[in-house]
């Protein structure tokens, strides 16, 4: 089935160091991307996302990359920040039906250290 | 402001009871869904539905059901509680292909 792997599961940088989040997803009419990040006791909350004819997104110090041929999709945090400390998930699906389901990857635990 | 809201935020009930988690959303959003998040598996999607009277089962339905009976609400009824579904379980809308927008979910323990 529809599949979506995150790597890694826990990473740990210094404050103002960048931070690189990867998933990789199994359905190859997958055209949607989003990235939600989730703050202890809080829902997700979309910070960013992609869709396929987009190779590369920014906003500030987030970034997301898309290589469809790979199946492939990666967030980028530059100069880190403790508040941006939480789990942060990524997500595929096919936005042009109306299934709207996303398939998530396991998450990853980013913790910015002061 | 829009929306999106759960109740209760904290549930604790026995084994074998019936429950019932609230959703609501204020966007006028056509899609609804229901996830439940447990360590070592993400989000996993229980129920959604893309319009009143429309329901479909996620990943995970078993135990669980749903019902729309208009477009702000989405009910969660666990039939018959049990131990393996103690978990914290989300909701969330969206406009047909667009992003979705989560609650804040609903911690439920099952003793």
């Not at chain 1, 997958?30 to 396929?52: A, M, T, V």
């Given at each position: 089935?529809?599949n979506?792997?995150?790597h890694?599961?826990t990473l740990s940088?210094?404050?103002?160091d960048?931070?690189v989040?990867?998933?990789?997803?199994?359905?190859?009419?997958?055209?949607?991307?989003?990235?939600?990040?989730?703050?202890?006791?809080?829902?997700?909350?979309?910070?960013?996302?992609?869709?396929?004819?987009?190779?590369?997104?920014?906003?500030?110090?987030?970034?997301v990359?898309?290589?469809?041929?790979a199946?492939?999709?990666?967030?980028?945090?530059?100069?880190?920040?403790p508040?941006?400390?939480?789990?942060?998930?990524?997500?595929a699906s096919?936005?042009?039906?109306?299934?709207?389901?996303?398939i998530?990857g396991q998450?990853?635990?980013?913790?910015?250290?002061? | 402001?829009?929306?999106?809201?759960q109740?209760?935020r904290?549930?604790?009930?026995e084994?074998?009871?019936?429950?019932?988690?609230?959703?609501?959303?204020?966007?006028?959003h056509?899609?609804m869904?229901?996830?439940?998040?447990?360590?070592?598996h993400?989000?996993?999607?229980i129920h959604?539905?893309?319009?009143?009277?429309?329901?479909?089962?996620?990943?995970?339905?078993?135990?669980?059901?749903?019902?729309?009976?208009?477009t702000?609400?989405?009910?969660?009824?666990l039939?018959?509680?049990a131990?393996?579904?103690?978990?914290?379980y989300?909701?969330?809308?969206s406009?047909?292909?667009?992003?979705?927008?989560?609650?804040?979910?609903?911690?439920?323990?099952?003793?």
């Amino acid at each position: 089935g529809e599949n979506v792997e995150q790597h890694p599961s826990t990473l740990s940088v210094q404050e103002g160091d960048s931070a690189v989040i990867k998933c990789t997803y199994s359905d190859s009419a997958s055209n949607y991307f989003p990235w939600y990040k989730q703050e202890l006791g809080k829902g997700p909350q979309l910070i960013i996302d992609i869709r396929s004819n987009v190779g590369e997104k920014k906003d500030q110090r987030i970034a997301v990359t898309l290589n469809k041929t790979a199946k492939h999709f990666s967030l980028h945090i530059t100069e880190t920040q403790p508040e941006d400390s939480a789990v942060y998930f990524c997500a595929a699906s096919r936005s042009s039906s109306n299934t709207g389901k996303l398939i998530f990857g396991q998450g990853t635990t980013l913790q910015v250290k002061p | 402001d829009a929306e999106i809201t759960q109740s209760p935020r904290h549930k604790i009930t026995e084994t074998g009871r019936q429950v019932t988690l609230a959703c609501h959303q204020t966007w006028n959003h056509n899609n609804m869904f229901w996830y439940r998040q447990d360590l070592g598996h993400g989000l996993r999607l229980i129920h959604y539905s893309y319009g009143v009277q429309d329901t479909n089962k996620g990943e995970v339905s078993d135990g669980y059901s749903v019902s729309r009976s208009n477009t702000e609400d989405l009910p969660l009824t666990l039939e018959s509680a049990a131990s393996s579904q103690t978990s914290v379980y989300f909701c969330a809308s969206s406009r047909v292909g667009e992003t979705q927008y989560f609650g804040p979910g609903t911690r439920l323990l099952v003793l």
